[in-house]
């Protein structure tokens, strides 16, 4: 029996108001904290290498090309992973909602972006996931649920749980294909070296899509570098710079942090993702550009 | 930055604090919560999203299943929820934010079983 109809949970509106008026009062939102000194080390080195290319070759040019690996100098990056900060900050530093992205965009990718922040505030929001599409690179490194990691000498395996994502990252020295052979793709097309213990990726040939939802969007022409290294048991950190002209006035330098979960019962195992497996998930774009459920099975109102 | 900039992130923390990763949570009203309480009809322990369905019995006799939304099965393991918790038959008092267009689904925030034990799906999002 139903006991308890629908109630107003006062306390989050009126937070929301105060958090609003406070806003509107100022007239300028939170900003993130200024870049540390680290921070900034890294966005400076971004910028001195102008492409995501050059930014890759200098690194290998400072790990004298890399080494290749055996099977018995593999990293162990084994276990469950899962992201540490919200999926909705591409940039960990961001850290509010009431603050905007850490990205310095063109103006015409600012407007789409306030565009689409308007659109989220009034109801608006349609995600392309929910069409079952993968979230694709550069998104994928922020995606949530579980990751795992399977290093071979040839190449490297960044598994997401989500929409059985794989990055296949080709360590043997492989070159990306030419430029009269390359198309945009999900994952983009990776390659890469290790620098001891550290993997160093450049990626390219990825599909225009958004860092997330709230997030700004990415253009055909991005292409990202990351530096991947295990800093203690429990983490794997990505320091991560994103090259898109068309959208990013300089590179979107990030440090993307993902810890080991605890699985001493075995219980946690990826399993494959298939959207289409129960129609109560399904969902669609409505007349007015929002979500909306579409195929409940469960209430008789569904059968009218 | 202006003043309708300032007005379009004040709003975003309510509208994206518990949006789904599969699909946005748009469809349902994140300042109200309703509690119903019943029996588990089916515990559909899927993926991209699980739902949980109790069936709700009415003050003139009816029945309604209402269909009670969470993440996939890996985030339900990791919040200490399992498929096997939710047999149906089980006694449940559940509370979610509830669809705005009246539909009788929520999101699913709490349950409580019959046996007094809780279950918060929300918890599979902590890193332990």
Request: hydrophobic fraction near 35%.
């Amino acid at each position: 029996m139903i006991h308890s109809c629908v109630r107003h949970v006062g306390r989050i509106a009126i937070g929301i108001a105060i958090a609003t008026a406070v806003l509107t009062a100022s007239g300028q939102p939170p900003q993130p904290a200024p870049p540390s000194a680290e921070k900034q080390r890294m966005i400076n080195l971004g910028i001195e290498q102008k492409t995501a290319r050059a930014l890759y070759e200098h690194f290998k040019q400072e790990a004298n090309g890399g080494q290749t690996l055996t099977w018995r100098t593999v990293p162990d990056w084994t276990g469950v992973w899962t992201r540490e900060a919200t999926p909705f900050f591409w940039d960990p530093d961001q850290g509010s909602t009431d603050a905007l992205p850490t990205a310095k965009l063109t103006p015409e990718h600012q407007r789409l972006l306030l565009d689409k922040l308007d659109k989220v505030k009034r109801g608006i929001e349609f995600d392309p996931l929910s069409n079952c599409e993968p979230a694709g690179m550069p998104r994928w490194l922020v995606e949530p649920f579980l990751k795992e990691f399977v290093i071979t000498p040839q190449q490297t395996l960044l598994i997401n749980e989500m929409q059985n994502e794989i990055r296949r990252v080709y360590t043997d020295g492989r070159e990306h294909p030419s430029e009269a052979d390359a198309y945009p793709l999900w994952e983009g097309d990776s390659i890469a070296f290790w620098d001891g213990a550290k993997l160093v990726i450049h990626t390219s040939q990825m599909r225009a899509g958004q860092y997330q939802r709230v997030q700004p969007f990415y253009t055909e022409q991005v292409e990202t570098v990351e530096v991947w290294q295990r800093t203690d048991d429990e983490t794997l950190t990505a320091d991560v710079w994103s090259f898109d002209p068309p959208a990013l006035v300089e590179p979107w330098y990030t440090k993307q942090v993902y810890k080991r979960l605890s699985n001493d019962d075995k219980s946690l195992r990826i399993r494959h993702w298939d959207c289409g497996e129960n129609q109560n998930n399904t969902v669609e774009q409505t007349e007015t550009g929002t979500s909306d459920f579409s195929n409940f099975t469960f209430t008789e109102k569904d059968d009218q | 930055m202006n003043r309708t900039l300032a007005c379009v992130l004040g709003g975003l923390a309510l509208v994206s604090a518990e949006s789904f990763a599969h699909h946005s949570a748009v469809m349902f009203d994140d300042v109200k919560e309703v509690t119903v309480s019943g029996t588990v009809k089916e515990f559909q322990y899927t993926n991209p999203h699980s739902w949980l369905l109790v069936d709700v019995k009415n003050e003139d006799g009816s029945v309604t299943t209402w269909g009670f939304e969470a993440e996939g099965p890996s985030t339900l393991m990791r919040a200490g929820i399992r498929k096997s918790d939710f047999a149906p038959g089980t006694a449940i008092t559940i509370t979610g934010h509830p669809m705005r267009d009246g539909r009788p689904a929520a999101l699913w925030m709490k349950a409580t079983r019959g046996d007094g034990k809780e279950f918060n799906p929300a918890a599979g999002f902590a890193i332990k």
